[in-house]
């Protein structure tokens, strides 16, 4: 019955969202509202059937319906019914129904939550959508169907992937995968004021809605994914270079430089065309996350395993691509900004390198990820692309990225004089020199983290002292600093809810920098009751313990950790192994403070009690985590409504029908 039941709801889906696409586009040629209209109400009811079809393929879990191929190879008896959701995304046929879900979801908001300047442009928009809606209904339909069957039934199923069996993976790939088809929404905006021929900004306040909301997605998703590398992959860090991790950081180095350049356009009518490149490159990037996701020929332990649908994404992938970039320079004589540049020494110059920085770092990281394909394919040869690579061609340029970053808020607009931006940086600069002196005075002598934690220091104060400026002024007309404080944020929330997201990346800057210098490593081979130091600790093995159950094997060690004499934890590593799957899945044992982690791994446990560790002092790992809290609520305060437009909001839905929607020429 689920089987049926999904297998409708998929089918319908597919035909609400062709609805959606043809009636979208024949209204609009033939200038008949009505159909326009019926178009975009198919748009709100295509979540209904996917939504059936998710509770079916959700339920035949629960229930143990090994009649469902899928169900039978991601999920068994043992499984705790908490990872049932885990599950349901855990291989190809289910991730794509998330993805169909999520997407329909998100395109429905932003349909219903289009602001009036894009309505000229939104039938366009909404076909776009639906059309990469089809695209991955037509993959579950043909290639990929979750609620296929199997005969006869088998009493038990395969079991869960057990890498995914981590609090982590209840939001990591969920998120990862919604930012990853998410950026399709920016793109069609794009691509709707493409097609339509308008000439003005209609996209562009839509755009930069969603391009903030799917950046912030993106970033939660790449976080997580993290903090899962760093608690059971046991690497000793949370990030590697891994090729389907650099797949989910390629669409979000775009998508982040869109988010700043948007701005430009906004204040100024410039950059047009950039911004519709952005969105184009970050839409097709994000496709190619996907398709390395689902069977590309990179190895994973992020990917779902070999499949040819990877290279059905990849066709995909390459027409959107085509098909985009064609509409692009279609239009590109129409769509130019009327302004330009009027001076190197301007906030729209330190844009346009964010721009350039951000598009360089992204080709890095996809010639590393692709050049030992080509190499395979046209040498023979098996090349491998690590992380001192990405290292040492990437690193310098996020630090330059840091450098803009402490800078470019504080140069003004249009043009600025040599003696203003001086006076600006004065504070900053002077800031970033005494952290300097600081940090070499403790013993930091390396010349990239100084230059890294100078910035850093510099980009703070330059936003503390912003919020200064502007919290006296407003203290000074009666308010009390908290309540000025606030109203400041309030006042112009955009402009500082991007501050609050800027404090979160020099977190991560000092996070990153910290911890990638400044580590420190150490194997060790400990009987019980024997001791091993490492920094200022000292651990005493207790002993291990091994735990038979149905279907793994569980290994855990105890060990009491000392500062001096006092014992400040117990912490338990071990690992997971798995017969069925020849696998294990490691647990840290991690102690946390905000100055540095204690990250312990057991990598093997000997018949005479003996086990082998290795030890890790991670420094400021902490404030990696942190940093996300500071990009969320950036983006909450940037996205705020303003007050005005909370009051307006019912006033401007009934003017929408009669007013039309402003056009500017470019």
Not at 207 to 228: D, F, H, N, P, Q
Not at 478 to 491: D, M, N, S
Not at 623 to 630: A, E, F, Q
Request: aromatic share 14%; with cysteine.
């Amino acid at each position: 019955m689920a089987a049926n039941i999904g297998s409708l709801g998929l089918l319908l889906a597919l035909a609400l969202a062709g609805y959606a696409v043809c009636a979208s586009l024949l209204g609009m040629w033939r200038r008949i509202p009505e159909l326009v209209e019926s178009g975009r109400y198919a748009v709100y009811v295509v979540p209904l059937p996917l939504l059936v079809a998710t509770l079916s393929l959700v339920t035949a879990f629960v229930n143990h319906d090994f009649y469902i191929r899928y169900v039978m190879m991601h999920s068994n008896l043992a499984m705790p019914a908490i990872y049932t959701w885990v599950a349901f995304y855990a291989g190809n046929e289910g991730s794509l129904l998330y993805i169909a879900l999520a997407f329909s979801l998100i395109g429905a908001i932003a349909v219903v939550t289009a602001p009036r300047s894009a309505r000229s442009i939104l039938p366009y928009t909404i076909s776009t959508m639906m059309v990469v809606l089809i695209f991955f209904l037509c993959v579950m339909a043909t290639m990929a169907n979750p609620f296929a069957t199997m005969s006869p039934v088998p009493p038990d199923g395969q079991g869960i992937n057990p890498l995914l069996t981590h609090p982590g993976m209840f939001f990591h790939p969920p998120s990862l995968m919604l930012g990853l088809i998410g950026v399709t929404v920016p793109f069609a905006f794009a691509i709707g004021q493409l097609l339509s021929g308008k000439t003005g900004d209609e996209w562009v306040e839509a755009g930069r809605r969603w391009a903030l909301i799917v950046w912030t997605i993106l970033t939660i998703g790449l976080m997580l994914g993290s903090w899962w590398a760093y608690t059971i992959l046991g690497w000793g860090g949370y990030w590697a270079w891994d090729p389907v991790e650099n797949a989910g950081l390629l669409p979000w180095l775009p998508l982040t430089a869109l988010v700043h350049s948007i701005i430009v356009q906004k204040r100024r009518g410039m950059f047009r065309l950039w911004n519709l490149g952005l969105a184009n490159i970050a839409f097709g990037l994000a496709l190619y996350g996907m398709f390395m996701n689902r069977g590309g020929p990179a190895p994973s332990v992020h990917s779902f395993g070999q499949s040819a649908m990877g290279w059905t994404f990849l066709a995909f992938l390459g027409a959107m691509v085509i098909v985009s970039f064609a509409l692009f320079f279609w239009r590109y004589d129409r769509i130019k900004s009327a302004s330009s540049l009027d001076s190197m020494l301007s906030r729209e110059a330190a844009f346009l390198v964010n721009n350039l920085l951000f598009l360089t770092i992204a080709f890095v990281v996809l010639w590393g990820v692709v050049f030992p394909l080509l190499s395979e394919v046209f040498k023979g040869e098996t090349v491998t692309v690590a992380r001192p690579f990405y290292d040492v061609v990437a690193g310098p340029m996020f630090l330059g990225l840091l450098i803009l970053m402490a800078i470019g808020p504080l140069i003004p607009w249009r043009k600025a004089s040599w003696a203003r931006l001086r006076s600006a940086l004065l504070v900053p600069g002077a800031a970033g020199l005494v952290t300097i002196v600081v940090v070499t005075a403790l013993g930091i002598r390396k010349p990239f983290p100084l230059m890294a934690f100078g910035f850093a220091a510099a980009a703070a104060f330059g936003i503390f002292l912003e919020w200064w400026r502007g919290t006296r002024a407003r203290h000074q007309r009666g308010l009390g600093y908290p309540q000025a404080f606030f109203g400041l944020l309030l006042a112009n929330r955009p402009r500082y809810g991007g501050y609050v997201a800027h404090l979160g990346v020099v977190l991560l800057a000092i996070s990153v920098t910290g911890s990638s210098f400044y580590s420190v490593q150490r194997d060790v081979s400990l009987a019980p009751n024997e001791r091993a130091t490492i920094a200022n600790y000292s651990l005493l093995y207790l002993g291990s313990s091994i735990q038979e159950k149905a279907d793994r094997t569980e290994y855990t060690a105890s060990l009491q950790v000392y500062q001096g004499d006092e014992l400040v934890s117990t912490l338990k590593p071990g690992y997971t192994y798995y017969p069925d799957f020849s696998t294990a899945a490691t647990r840290a044992g991690i102690r946390s403070t905000l100055g540095e982690d204690l990250y312990i791994i057991a990598s093997e446990f000997g018949t005479d009690g003996r086990a082998l560790f290795r030890l890790y002092v991670n420094p400021l790992v902490m404030w990696m985590w942190i940093s996300t809290v500071l990009f969320v609520a950036g983006t909450f305060v940037s996205l705020w409504p303003e007050r005005t437009q909370v009051q307006t909001a019912a006033t401007a839905r009934h003017q929408v029908a009669s007013a039309s929607p402003p056009v500017r020429n470019g």
